[in-house]
């Protein structure tokens, strides 16, 4: 999220939000900080002050401005502590799968077989139940330990856009 100074010349605020920005860190961009504690917003802080109603969010307009719309409202649910939306760039699937990608990636990384990360993934009776060199979850688990392997590259950005239509 990125804060700037409110305008001046806007009229004063009847209830401005305050956000409590204690814990930012000093850049050369700006002062960095997260905010919220169920799930920690990060924030890059343009504005020279801090105090209620001196704070604006500042929107980039480019093709990422209905995403960032939505984030902001989510952001304002969460500081009127009200039941914040889920966030609509991934599917519940694509959570699951991307919990899975994860997890193999993690095994991977701690040295663990292809067929030790399908018993953790799918469970003991499945793997050991058909001849692992044939089955459909040694190809699920190779896939997934690449899919997350092209997600640590970089792929991931692609997770914090919303898909658009050409």
């Known amino acids: 999220m990125l804060l700037g100074e409110a305008p001046a010349f806007r009229p004063s605020l009847p209830r401005p939000i305050a956000l409590d920005l204690r814990s930012q860190v000093e850049a050369e961009e700006g002062r960095y900080g997260t905010f919220g504690t169920d799930g920690p917003v990060p924030f890059l802080n343009f504005a020279g002050r801090t105090d209620a109603g001196s704070i604006a969010i500042l929107l980039p307009l480019d093709d990422d401005l209905p995403g960032r719309i939505e984030a902001?409202?989510?952001?304002?649910?969460?500081?009127?502590?009200?039941?914040?939306?889920?966030?609509t760039r991934m599917t519940r699937y694509q959570r699951?799968?991307?919990?899975?990608?994860?997890?193999?990636?993690?095994?991977?990384?701690?040295?663990?077989?292809?067929?030790?990360?399908?018993?953790?993934?799918?469970?003991?009776?499945?793997?050991?139940?058909?001849p692992w060199k044939t089955s459909p979850l040694r190809a699920a688990v190779i896939a997934l330990a690449r899919n997350a392997s092209a997600l640590i590259g970089g792929g991931y950005l692609g997770l914090l856009r919303h898909r658009r239509k050409p």
């Open 96 to 130: 699951q799968r991307f919990r899975l990608m994860m997890q193999a990636a993690d095994g991977r990384a701690a040295g663990a077989s292809y067929r030790e990360i399908g018993i953790v993934l799918f469970g003991e009776r499945r793997v050991l139940g058909e």
């Open 72 to 87: 902001i409202q989510r952001f304002w649910q969460m500081l009127k502590a009200r039941p914040v939306p889920r966030d």
